[in-house]
């Protein structure tokens, strides 16, 4: 068997030529610090520039681990945020062309507004709709299939709450307020 450790590691494969230059410098800057060392006066201290060599290679993998990990979660959430937008394609219930009456909407602490009809509008306040909105899109999806969406991304379901808790202190709890009041 002809050939170092190294050369034999890398004709089956297991170690890279990248990796085998870096080793071989690694092992060059070290025999250079001993011989200049020498040359000085001084003790050459391999076991200290080991230790340094270590502990970087251990911080550099703790790195790569965690970045990793952030691309991982960052690739979930892409592929989540996508199936939830087929789903809400597949499902959605089309607005007509004519749909005149403003339905006004919270979400994310704004209000919004979604041009509906009548018949639409009507099931939005029974719950039978729920709006899903995926950037600037705003699609009104079944309330099962919301529930669906809703289990995977809540934050991008709005619904009407029907059965809000009040407070107990209101003085305007004996007043109802409609929900389709246009103001």
Do not use: C
């Amino acid at each position: 068997m002809a050939g170092s450790l190294q050369d034999q590691l890398l004709g089956i494969g297991v170690i890279d030529k990248k990796k085998a230059k870096k080793s071989q410098h690694q092992k060059h800057q070290a025999k250079n610090k001993a011989i200049k060392a020498a040359k000085s006066g001084k003790k050459a201290e391999p076991q200290q520039d080991q230790r340094k060599i270590a502990q970087a290679n251990r911080e550099k993998q703790q790195r790569d681990i965690e970045l990793n990990r952030q691309r991982d979660a960052e690739r979930a959430k892409t592929a989540l945020l996508a199936e939830v937008r087929d789903i809400a394609q597949q499902h959605s219930v089309s607005i007509a062309d004519d749909a005149d009456v403003a339905y006004n909407f919270s979400h994310e602490n704004k209000v919004k507004k979604l041009y509906v009809t009548a018949e639409l509008q009507k099931q939005l306040t029974l719950g039978q709709l729920a709006i899903v909105v995926l950037g600037e899109k705003k699609t009104l999806v079944p309330d099962k299939i919301a529930e669906k969406i809703e289990n995977r991304l809540p934050e991008k379901v709005v619904r009407v709450q029907s059965d809000e808790v009040s407070d107990q202190n209101d003085p305007y709890a004996d007043y109802q307020i409609p929900d389709d009041l246009m103001w």
